[in-house]
Nanobody, 115 residues
């Protein structure tokens, strides 16, 4: 079992930056593929970015070049640096850990981009 806790969500103006963090407990994250997902009101949850245990990354098209996912296996954390934020980035952001078909989710953190 993996317990995930997200933090860092906030209200930010367009063009601003935020850094989300996901702290894990219950298991070492090293073998897991870690991902950040988001869900806007009335929309399905979607992948934002993911990083494998060896550091390979994948980004959704709308966030490429603006968001950066990173992990610290020693600290058991995964971060999402979000720059040049847009109103359409507004959503609840969820941390995910996946290994062998097993998925674990955090409770989510709200990101609102608005002037």
């Amino acid at each position: 079992q993996v317990q995930l806790v997200e933090s860092g969500g906030a209200l930010v103006q367009p063009g601003g930056s935020l850094r989300l963090s996901c702290a894990a407990s219950g298991s070492l994250l090293r073998p897991y593929t870690m991902g950040w997902y988001r869900q806007a009101p009335g929309k399905q949850r979607e992948l934002v970015a993911e990083i494998t245990g060896i550091g390979n990354t994948n980004y959704a098209g709308p966030v490429k070049g603006r968001f950066t996912i990173s992990r610290d296996n020693a600290k058991n954390t995964v971060d999402l640096q979000m720059d040049s934020l847009k109103p359409e980035d507004t959503a609840v952001y969820y941390c995910n850990a996946e290994l062998g078909g097993s998925n674990f989710w955090g409770q989510g953190t709200q990101v609102t981009v608005s002037s």
